[in-house]
């Protein structure tokens, strides 16, 4: 099997199950707290881990308790850290999330040591880097960063997938047109062909677009109705599962962390998205955003119970 290297973020999530959002100058009481491991980078990782990847992760902690909880859970699901270092001065990365009753979250991230994971790192980790048959990034880390990571990939032919995530305007054409899998949702979708995206019939439309510029296989994550392919095999849908939804944090990050694994071993892009839109499902029905991450016995068991769409 080979190692899939995952070059991105980590955060530490402080997540507040809301009523509703507070207004300017008003205190609100609400009803749960919980912290946790995330980022999007360390959440694809931690998912591929448990679902039984071998993953090499690059990622940056800061100079504080934070990052020794975050280096210990990545060693527990069997990660190689010896590219995750510590940033001396400076804070790890937070995530305060707002979660409402109707499961649906809103995320302000504060990048701390992650904004540090330089050009440099992927040329200090290169052997390692070399040895592994995926690159997946996200945008939690220096854009300088992301495309040097992808002209890495190109210049080894090792396959890339960047999650373009959290959206951001102005990303290179000319570093898009050389990912293997770009994985946007319908916001990043938008952000990026600057189309109108509101779902499965629009999102064809600008899928195209992007896939005309070079681009090998896109994906484009739907939410509930699933995911959608546009690429050299062709273009279909995924359809998405019914589940009862309690917090939709971290669903994107589930769907690439079982996708990268299912395709690292099968190279069959539809059968992992059929995997990964189940993934995600499984995800939306547990708290949290690792925490809500099945391992591969409990997924299994998850599949038995599901009816597609
Ligand atoms: O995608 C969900 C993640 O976004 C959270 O874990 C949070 O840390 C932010 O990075």
Redesign the pocket.
């Known amino acids: 099997m080979s190692k899939i290297a995952v070059i991105g ?1 980590n ?3 402080l997540v507040t199950y809301i009523d509703r959002m507070p207004a300017q100058g008003e205190t609100l009481e609400a009803p749960g707290f919980a912290m ?5 980078g ?2 694809q990782a931690v998912a591929a881990a448990k679902l039984g990847a071998q993953v090499l992760m690059l990622s940056k902690v800061g100079d504080d308790l934070f990052a020794d909880n975050t280096l210990a859970n990545f060693q527990r699901y069997g990660i190689d850290t010896r590219h995750v270092q510590r940033v001396a001065g400076v804070p790890s ?3 305060p ?1 707002f979660v409402q009753a109707d499961s649906h ?1 809103s ?1 302000l ?1 504060v990048k701390g040591a992650n904004a540090h994971l330089l050009p440099a790192d992927i040329d200090a980790a290169a052997a390692d880097l070399r040895d592994c048959g995926l690159i997946v990034l996200q945008l ?1 880390i220096n854009l300088a960063t992301v495309y040097h990571a992808i002209e890495f990939g190109r210049r080894h032919a090792i396959p890339v997938l960047l999650n373009p ?2 959206a951001l305007k102005g990303l290179s054409g000319e570093n898009l047109a050389q990912l293997d899998f770009l994985i946007p949702n319908e916001t990043e979708l938008a952000l990026i062909t600057g189309l109108p995206v509101t779902g499965p019939e629009s999102a064809l439309v600008a899928a195209k677009t992007l896939v005309a510029s070079g681009i090998k296989h896109l994906i484009v994550t739907l939410g509930e109705q699933g995911a959608l392919y546009v690429g050299e095999q062709g273009e279909w849908r995924t359809a998405g599962l019914p589940v009862k939804a309690i917090d939709t ?5 589930a769907f690439i962390g079982c996708f990268i694994h299912h395709w690292s071993q099968t190279r069959d892009i539809r059968a992992a998205m059929q995997k990964a839109v189940a993934y995600s499902a499984c995800s939306v029905t547990g708290r949290g ?2 925490s809500s991450y099945p391992n591969a016995v409990a997924f299994a068991e998850f599949q038995k119970h599901i009816t597609p769409q």
Not at 36 to 40: L, N, W
Not at 249 to 253: M, V
């Open positions: 973020s955060m530490v999530d946790g491991c995330g980022g999007k360390a959440n990365g937070v995530a999330i979250n995320i991230i939690e995530a959290p944090t971290g669903a994107g990050d955003t690792q």
